[in-house]
């Protein structure tokens, strides 16, 4: 039988394969499904939020769902996670007390969309507090400076010097990945994955796109998000290609226009001209004519 260790380290391998084949947010089959150890299944979840897969002794992941306000639960770079109902001693809070007290790592499951997990590890329980019902967690450096990649810190933790500054680092890194996927995920999901100016509707080619930027104040929220693929996102970036706010139409840069080269520039760039894009019917969901309005003027500035 594999040692919870083992268990452990195959489960953070696992899902470092995992992230670095299919980005950093998983699917809840996938992860329900696991891998195998020993001849044997191990899952990452369950339906319960603190979960110990049968060859563990403490529990292996904690998990959110995508309802709960992760924002409220952030303060002073340490994620507050609730108590398994009110009983401080049932043996999901007393598995949870003892990985804080062993300094277990865990993996800690953010819901950022029905059915979609970002997976952090190694987070490590840093606080109890049994009046309040709760947990304190950090993450570790490991997976989110590395993008998601690969493991590379230890798993005790003990190699990093300045452990908790670099946790508090880790978690507001995490935080930011957090509201990242969470804005693309919901962009995504409200264009029904496919790119509003082509229509080209593979996931891994497709991005969320801030109408007004980040470094400017876009807020990450869906009106002020496009779901554009990979090429339509770099063209809108580089002010090679513009929205006109009211007619919702696409607007090529003028000398790109009178480009002369192959097929990508033809039809992926010049017969775009004037197409009218595909936003979602529900109000509440299309681009804000503001933040059109706002990135309009800067792609007319740019062009000409
Ligand atoms: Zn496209």
Known sequence: MPTDAEVR???????????????????????????????????????????????CELPLSIRTSVRSPYDDTLVDDRLAYAYMGRDPDHWQNA????????RVPLVYFFGVAPGRYMPVWPAYIVDDEPDELRFWVQAEVGTLALGGAQVTASLQG?????????????????RQRLHQR??????????????????????ELLDAAHIVPDADGGAPVVPNGLALCKIHHASFDAGVLGIEPERLRVRI?????????????????????????????????????????KRWQSFRARAS
Request: glycine share 12%; hydrophobic share 40%; charged share 30%.
């Open 9 to 55: 380290a195959a489960a953070f391998l696992w899902l470092g394969q995992q992230v670095g084949r299919h980005g950093d947010v998983l699917g809840w089959k996938a992860l329900l499904r696991g891998f195998e150890l020993g001849g044997e299944r191990v899952p990452l979840l369950s339906q319960q939020g603190i979960f110990k897969p049968r060859l």
């Open 253 to 293: 840069r003028p000398d790109v226009l009178e480009e002369i080269d192959g097929p990508m520039l033809r039809h992926g760039l010049q017969e775009l001209e004037g197409e009218r894009i595909w936003v979602p019917r529900a109000a509440g969901k299309r681009p804000d004519p503001e933040c059109l309005e």
């Open 158 to 174: 003990e190699d990093l010097v300045e452990e908790s500054f670099t946790r508090q680092y880790a978690t507001r890194l995490m």
């Open 95 to 102: 598995g949870l007390r003892r990985a804080w007290l062993e």
């Open 182 to 203: 969470g804005f693309s995920e919901r962009v995504l999901e409200a264009y029904r994955v496919r790119c509003c100016i082509c229509r080209l509707g593979h996931r």
